[in-house]
């Protein structure tokens, strides 16, 4: 009798792909799904999934994990098997050794990475003031660093244009140009520059009708959930009517966080935007839980540049608005504290695909089972060329999340009310290329079957 290394029995297998749910038991071997099958079937190491969903992993698109691993044990304890890192314009310059010393140390999820433009690239090139624009020799130099990165293994070219406000419109379009011509997704985090004004989501689909590129305009409420999320999602609507390459991630909070120094933290910015320092959350360092002063701002301001603010300016309503849409994929924004400690910073680092699934599917019932399960599996995997992901299939790797749809909760709150990377419930089991790397709601030690992402067929929708 056949023996697998790994049954799990009894479940509801979520069949992204057909569109159904099956009760079938899956055997696995090594790293991939071996047989699906209504039989009994037996494993060295047998899981019940009696009353549970049996899903594909999911797939974070937008993180900032970018190999820090007490922020990927978060992602993992959400049901997070693979997490696209690289966003906003930063991340690690060399991707070469970046996948070299994590495929050395090991990771607890698969790991995919984008090559960053508004700080990598440009402060690669010497560019150390973020309101001005990179000249002809310095767009060469991008442009170079940019190919060889794409030749080892970047998944696509992001940007934070609203963290270098000076970047020219021909650096940006000759730059994603180039991830054109070598296929790969250009995410986009938006320079929203007037409040209530959509002209910064217009000049991003414009890179795609200009250059042909794939965009994915990131993080989506954080950008435009502040009362105009219904013409924002028109535009893009329209956008992809006329053909164009657009996408959207978008997460499930209204307050985002960045560091104090970034230039949205910009007195000019702040006055503009009608914000006030009182409202803004502290959420890392010794101020954490703490809202900002004109005394604390100033002193972060000047020795505190990279502690992350909470700034509260969404509409909460229009995160639901944006991820009813079918296109719209979730995404965590995650990424680690300045000193590395997970029980600082923003709720969405250990909170986000379980409150999905909670307020989406259970609480509010706006999105089935299928709809939710899809726009954090086989979307992503689709939009980024992620070959074998997203699936439940024979043949492909074995990235799955069991979790209970009647019981699966956040518990991660905001630093002044409570413990930011607290645990998720109703997700026992998450299983990284054939490992079990989550066990009854708990990280299994030592395990690192995480994977980095290096060869991709490209984009694909
Ligand atoms: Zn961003």
Not at 212 to 220: D, E, M, Q, Y
Not at 402 to 414: G, L, Q, R, V, Y
Request: one cysteine or more; glycine letters at 10%.
């Amino acid at each position: 009798m056949d023996k697998y290394d790994l049954v799990i029995k009894n479940g509801m297998v979520v069949d992204v792909k057909d569109g159904d749910i099956k009760n079938v038991n899956i055997g696995i071997n090594g790293n991939k799904i071996i047989t699906l099958t209504k039989h009994n079937i037996f494993g060295k190491i047998e899981l019940d999934a009696e009353g549970l969903l049996v899903s594909p992993g999911f797939i974070d698109v937008h993180g900032h994990i970018d190999g820090h691993l007490e922020c990927g044990k978060l992602s993992a304890l959400q049901g997070v098997t693979t997490t696209i890192g690289g966003n906003c314009g930063g991340g690690p310059l060399n991707i070469k050794d970046f996948f070299y010393k994590q495929d050395k140390d090991g990771f607890i999820i698969n790991q995919a990475q984008l090559i960053g433009h508004s700080f990598t690239l440009r402060e690669t090139v010497g560019i150390n003031n973020p309101y001005i624009s990179a000249n002809r020799d310095q767009i060469n130099k991008m442009s170079d660093i940019l190919k060889k990165s794409f030749e080892d293994g970047a998944i696509g070219l992001s940007f934070g244009i609203e963290y270098a406000p000076g970047s020219s419109k021909e650096e940006i379009l000759l730059l994603s140009k180039i991830a054109k011509e070598y296929n790969k997704v250009v995410p986009i985090h938006t320079n929203v520059n007037l409040p209530r004004d959509l002209t910064s989501l217009k000049d991003a689909i414009e890179i795609s009708k200009k250059t042909g590129a794939h965009v994915l305009i990131s993080h989506f409420v954080y950008q435009y959930g502040t009362g105009i999320i219904s013409e924002a999602l028109d535009l893009v609507d329209d956008a992809r009517k006329h053909g164009l390459k657009v996408s959207v991630d978008s997460g499930m909070y209204s307050a985002f966080s960045t560091f104090i120094g970034s230039t949205i933290y910009d007195e000019s910015y702040i006055k503009k935007f009608g914000w006030k320092i009182s409202d803004m959350l502290v959420a890392t360092g010794k101020y954490k839980g703490e809202h900002l002063t004109k005394k604390t701002y100033d002193e972060l301001r000047t020795y505190g540049k990279d502690e992350s603010v909470i700034c509260f300016a969404g509409v909460e309503e229009e995160i639901y608005e944006a991820l009813k849409k079918e296109y719209v994929m979730l995404s965590s924004d995650t990424g680690p504290s300045p000193s590395g400690k997970t029980s600082e910073g923003h709720p969405q680092n250990a909170g986000t695909f379980p409150r999905f699934f909670r307020k989406m599917v259970r609480e509010r019932q706006e999105l089935s089972i299928m709809e939710a399960i899809k726009k954090c599996t086989i979307i992503p995997a689709r939009t980024f060329g992620l070959k074998g992901k997203g699936v439940i299939r024979e043949g492909e790797d074995a990235d799955i999340v069991i979790f209970d749809i009647n019981k699966i909760c956040d518990k991660a709150k905001f630093p002044d009310k409570g413990e930011p990377d607290a645990k998720p419930e109703g997700i026992p089991y998450v299983i990284v290329n054939g490992q079990i790397v989550v066990k009854n709601s708990n990280i299994v030690n030592d395990v690192r079957s995480g994977k980095c992402i290096k060869d991709f067929p490209a984009c694909n929708i």
